[in-house]
């Protein structure tokens, strides 16, 4: 694969947990450098290989193989406390990475008090509630976007006075949406401190300038998505979405780079489809077997542990995530999970509420119901497969189909969690 010089970019196209980091760990052999360039630690990407499992949160995962640079971009809201745990975790593990992670100078810092703020606007929110990881990822872009952040580059002599500053305005802003539950908050900032301090140990770049130099001497970049396309502050379904631009135009805005950089887009979807938090989800299924995909496909979250909410795969949806993005490659995930089933479906429409139907996808997301192609089930075991030869019939048409309505080949196809359950086709 022709890499060099290039920025290629591999992003969610539908609620998340697609299985980013897998496959990003998967293709960084081809790579010199590997960045993230938005979200922070509302993401759980996990990879497994040789027997062992990692759930990264922050930290590239581009981690685990030898010799690249990792970029933590100035997209990216950082927690020190929760960057220190998952480094200090690695590092016992025996991946070092002071040599190999370089963070931007422009990222900004998510805060104790970004963390209350969370709480006390969902609390404000109710029933309405966005169902956040509670992580402060909101309130940081807020204070970023409204020019009153604290971002890596401040770690300086004076950073405490800076600190107090920032939590006293925050303080204040608690006090007004009603809160008092602040136990634990002494606790939580000097293990931020702590964290502050490790971070210390790291190369903090100007990461635009490093990217860039990099690029002109003909290394290649893969840029990692965090959340997915239908979580983007933009695009996706608002205001049930995270906080940043989670589309290829965010690796732009996320790590300083010209979008002539930028060469493959590839798409990661499940083979079905999930979503946790709140928020429309039109091919969401409530039934047996909405639960029988959760059990098999172990949809549960990896950041907070919540169950999430399982549904057919939504053509409707990924056309939209394909336009988006300008996906160039897709990647189909957890194949291996509708291994077992005799029907399967696909959402090829919406009816809207004046009943007419669209293959669009409207603003008015929530009054839709899904129009669906069934498929017959492979009802085979793929997840030993080593070759695209041995895939079944049925698991064939059901692929064909998805690539002639997307108009995109479907590049990798996942069969099991493990690096090594992975056909890249020809
Ligand atoms: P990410 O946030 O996009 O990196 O995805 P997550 O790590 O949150 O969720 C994907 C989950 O599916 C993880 O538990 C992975 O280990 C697992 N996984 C990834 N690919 C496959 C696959 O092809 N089959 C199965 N059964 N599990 C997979
Ligand atoms: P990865 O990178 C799935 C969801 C939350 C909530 C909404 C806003 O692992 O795919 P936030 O804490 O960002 O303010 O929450 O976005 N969410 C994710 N869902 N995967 C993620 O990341 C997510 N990151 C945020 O559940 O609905
Ligand atoms: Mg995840």
Request: aromatic content about 10%; overall charge negative.
């Amino acid at each position: 694969m022709e890499t060099k010089g290039k920025v290629d970019v591999l992003l969610g196209l539908q609620w998340g947990d697609e299985g980013k980091g897998k496959v990003v760990d998967v293709l960084t052999p081809d790579y010199d450098v590997v960045a993230r360039f938005q979200g922070g630690p509302n993401a759980g990407h996990t990879l497994e290989f040789e027997n062992q499992k990692y759930v990264l949160r922050s930290i590239p995962s581009g981690i685990f193989q030898g010799g690249k640079v990792n970029i933590i971009g100035n997209g990216v809201v950082l927690a020190p406390d929760l960057f220190m745990s998952e480094a200090q975790e690695l590092e016992k593990s025996g991946h070092p990475l002071k040599d190999r992670l370089h963070i931007s100078k422009k990222a900004h810092l998510i805060m104790p008090t970004h963390r209350l703020l969370d709480r006390a606007y969902e609390a404000a929110k109710g029933k309405d509630k966005v169902g956040t990881t509670g992580k402060g990822i909101g309130p940081a872009y807020t204070d970023k976007v409204s020019r009153n952040g604290l971002r890596v580059g401040d770690i300086s002599d004076n950073f405490e006075e800076k600190y107090e500053a920032h939590k006293k305005r925050h303080l204040s802003m608690l006090e007004s949406l009603g809160w008092n539950e602040f136990d634990g908050l002494a606790e939580a900032e000097r293990k931020w401190m702590e964290g502050v301090a490790y971070m210390r140990l790291f190369h903090f770049v100007d990461s635009e300038h490093e990217v860039n130099n990099l690029l002109r001497s003909g290394k290649s970049v893969l840029c990692e998505g965090a959340q997915g396309t239908m979580l983007d502050v933009d695009f996706g379904s608002y205001p049930f979405v995270t906080s940043s631009n989670t589309i290829c135009a965010g690796a732009c805005t996320g790590l300083g780079i010209g979008p002539n950089k930028v060469g493959e887009v590839y798409g990661i979807m499940k083979a079905y489809c999930t979503r946790v938090g709140s928020g429309p989800f039109p091919t969401e299924l409530f039934d047996e077997t909405g639960k029988k995909i959760r059990d098999l496909g172990h949809e549960y979250g990896a950041v907070t542990g919540r169950e999430r909410r399982c549904g057919w795969i939504d053509l409707v949806q990924l056309k939209y995530s394909v336009m988006v993005n300008g996906v160039t490659k897709l990647i189909m995930m957890k194949s291996d999970v509708l291994d077992d089933f005799d029907t399967i479906k696909a959402c090829v429409g919406y009816r809207l509420s004046n009943g007419e139907e669209t293959t669009d996808f409207p603003y008015e997301i929530d009054h839709v119901t899904p129009i669906y192609k069934e498929f017959k089930g492979w009802k085979t075991d793929m997840s030993h497969f080593t070759a695209e030869e041995q895939f079944p019939e049925n698991f064939r048409t059901y692929v064909q189909f998805l690539e002639t309505y997307l108009e995109i080949p479907i590049k990798i196809i996942s069969i099991g969690p493990d690096r090594a359950q992975t056909i890249i086709r020809k």
